[in-house]
């Protein structure tokens, strides 16, 4: 097997991957206009790896109004797809900050910045794979093309417009993950269940849909109850005298089933205590269930294992009741048979179904000649023999067709996307640009 990826790329690659850090590219909804619709460093980043991507004699192209760019090379009627993004998740507190999030530091090793593992990082480093064949003198026999997005981070408006204005990929894969590879992505469906207010009690908690809720306040009308009720259900609860705090264990929503559901126990005490249709519904029906059983039936299939539903928000006010639900679907189960029966069994809690977002689910099949190729390199490279797997996270890779997301994080990776210090192994981040140049080299070469 040839080496392709020189020292001189890796320090090409940190070079233009400590360029792309330094810029803020986190959404701005407030500075958003023609050609930045979700803000002016979002763009600026887009034009970045645009440049960089011309000084490595690709090929560019940038959507008038700034919601993709791509960069290309090669000749043909195939086009093989590398998706990243250039859009990343706020710092938070630099506080909890050892440097500064958008001042690339290279320390023991690591390069410690915001977006050197999601995605800003992976990017580069397979954009440095395919130059290293470049320099190799190796020909295509199809065009590659890197798409940029820049809403990777929020609702993918960025590719729902590429995939509205450009030509399909042929196949091709999204460093935005782990390795080996996944080729399974459960369908992503979050919605919310709304019916009529009480002015019995008020309940306001939980946020985030794809986040398991730990903790669920509660105070006002017979509280001694529901701590009673707390009690004999076995909950823990923090006691603030005129108000209590359920506690549960948070988690991603694509796992859980592996949580503890503050908002389901208190649900559980409140139905207790409180005659009310829509408390029950959670309290009542859900319980601590997180696999959907108890709402539409047990769903699962052998290609990418059961539904996930987690309950992730829920707000009651006398006017209105608002519940927000996540659920990652199994491959081959369709949406609209699955809120068919949700709208069924909500309707008997006077609550009523109302879409929020949806994306389709993924499956390419493990004896596809993308999936056989990927994951030999893989192997061939590593010898590590880890099964190829599904997720109920969603990448870029469900935009396309034959796509899967391949890397660039090894098994024993730490993560540290959308955590403060975020930071990449350079060892890593070289294995990576290394595999990826062997496997572009076997599936797009002549």
């Not at 760019?69 to 590398?82: A, C, H, N, P, R």
């Not at 519904?281 to 299939?301: C, H, I, P, S, Y």
């Amino acid at each position: 097997m040839k080496q392709f990826v020189t020292k001189e790329h890796h320090e090409q690659a940190l070079q233009s991957l400590n360029e792309l850090i330094r810029i803020p590219s986190v959404l701005d909804e407030e500075d958003t206009g023609k050609g930045h619709p979700f803000g002016t460093k979002v763009v600026e980043a887009l034009d970045k790896v645009l440049a960089i991507s011309e000084e490595l004699g690709f090929r560019t192209f940038k959507d008038p109004d700034g919601y993709y760019g791509y960069s290309e090379v090669g000749s043909g009627d195939k086009l093989f797809g590398i998706l990243c993004h250039m859009d990343v998740v706020p710092a938070g507190d630099e506080k909890n900050w050892d440097t500064k999030p958008f001042d690339p530091t290279v320390k023991d090793g690591w390069l410690i910045g915001r977006g050197s593992q999601d995605d800003k990082g992976p990017s580069i480093a397979a954009m440095y794979a395919v130059k290293s064949l470049m320099d190799a003198g190796i020909e295509f026999n199809t065009r590659i093309r890197f798409i940029f997005g820049t809403d990777e981070e929020n609702l993918w408006r960025c590719l729902d417009k590429y995939n509205e204005k450009e030509e399909g990929i042929t196949q091709g894969f999204a460093p935005d993950a782990e390795f080996p590879l996944i080729y399974a992505e459960k369908g992503l469906l979050q919605a919310y269940l709304t019916g009529p207010g009480t002015s019995d009690f008020s309940v306001k908690a939980g946020g985030a849909l794809n986040v398991v809720p730990d903790a669920a306040p509660y105070a006002g009308e017979k509280l001694e109850e529901v701590k009673e009720a707390l009690n004999k259900l076995g909950f823990d609860f923090e006691d603030h005298g005129d108000s209590i705090i359920v506690l549960g264990k948070s988690i991603h929503a694509k796992d859980a089933p592996e949580g503890v559901n503050a908002i389901s126990r208190l649900s559980m005490a409140l139905a207790e205590v409180f005659n009310f249709a829509p408390i029950d519904f959670l309290g009542k029906l859900v319980k601590e269930n997180a696999t959907g059983e108890n709402v539409v039936g047990k769903t699962k299939d052998e290609q990418s294992g059961e539904l996930t539903m987690n309950f992730a928000s829920l707000e009651i006010t006398p006017e209105q009741t608002k519940i927000g639900v996540d659920m990652r679907i199994p491959v081959t189960f369709k949406k609209d048979d699955l809120v068919a029966k949700l709208t069924e069994t909500a309707k008997k809690y006077e609550l009523t179904y109302e879409d929020f977002d949806f994306l389709d689910s993924l499956y390419v099949p493990l004896d596809s000649e993308l999936v056989k190729n990927l994951l030999q390199t893989y192997r061939d490279i590593t010898g590590d023999m880890t099964e190829p797997f599904v997720s109920g996270g969603a990448t870029f890779a469900r935009t396309m067709n034959q796509c899967v997301a391949f890397g660039a994080m090894f098994p024993d990776t730490p993560d540290f996307m959308h955590q403060a210090n975020e930071r990449w192994e350079l060892s890593s981040m070289y294995k990576a640009m290394e595999i990826y140049a062997e496997a572009v080299y076997r599936l797009c070469a002549k």
